[in-house]
């Protein structure tokens, strides 16, 4: 039996054939998820830290409108999204007073940034659940290629007649190869999706301060206004 891949690939049976097969298909989508889930994370770092620097500036000039319209240049950014959420039922409320009577205007923009922050970290996770059940089931289908494998390697001795280790050798090489690749597999799976949720923890935190410091700006403009109108 030759040792090479292609040695191996050509001697399996059809069962270890699927299983690498399976594999592989687990591999490439895992890859692309990574390099998609990479991109969209550092774009939505970049993008947050010019529209936090560009809302900050805007926000003490009281600009709402305009934070939200800056908002819409940064699409992929998660703090535009949450901010302008709560910015744009404040500022509703704010132009159409009638509409809101009866209720809080503060805890309206909090409720709806809190929705927002609740979309926007779903969205960031998404995919990440395919990748931690590729890091967790690769190893094990790998495994059950090499027991499958290690069983037709010990019947095609018994069939045979033949002993000793140098009989099963190549049989139990070629079943091993499967777990080699699961493994492979899984590995940079769990590395990612341990880094991507970290990511992610890191990006639900940013959110929450930004939230609530909306909330406190919202708070100090409906003091300023209900002084206004008590004078």
Do not use: C
Not at 79 to 103: D, Q, R
């Amino acid at each position: 039996m030759e040792f090479g891949l292609l040695g191996m690939w050509s001697s399996m049976g059809w069962l270890a054939r699927s299983v690498v097969i399976i594999l592989a298909g687990m591999s490439i989508y895992s890859i692309g998820l990574m390099i998609e889930r990479w991109l969209t994370f550092n774009a939505a770092k970049k993008q947050s830290l010019k529209f936090a620097t560009q809302a900050t500036q805007l926000l003490k000039q009281n600009k709402l409108r305009e934070v939200i319209q800056a908002s819409k240049t940064y699409k992929k950014s998660h703090l535009a999204k949450v901010v302008s959420a709560g910015l744009y039922e404040f500022t509703y409320e704010t132009e159409n007073p009638g509409v809101a009577a009866g209720f809080d205007v503060v805890d309206a923009a909090k409720r709806a940034i809190e929705r927002e922050a609740a979309m926007t970290y779903a969205e960031l996770k998404r995919g990440l659940g395919g990748l931690a059940s590729i890091g967790s089931t690769a190893p094990f289908i790998g495994l059950f290629g090499t027991v499958v494998g290690i069983i037709n390697a010990f019947k095609s001795m018994a069939i045979s007649g033949g002993g000793g280790l140098s009989t099963v050798s190549g049989g139990i090489a070629e079943a091993l190869v499967t777990t080699a690749f699961g493994l492979l597999v899984a590995i940079p799976a769990v590395i990612m999706y341990n880094y991507f949720m970290n990511r992610i923890e890191r990006f639900n935190v940013e959110m929450s301060n930004s939230s609530n410091e909306l909330v406190d700006y919202f708070i100090k403009q409906r003091g300023g206004a209900n002084a206004s109108r008590v004078r």
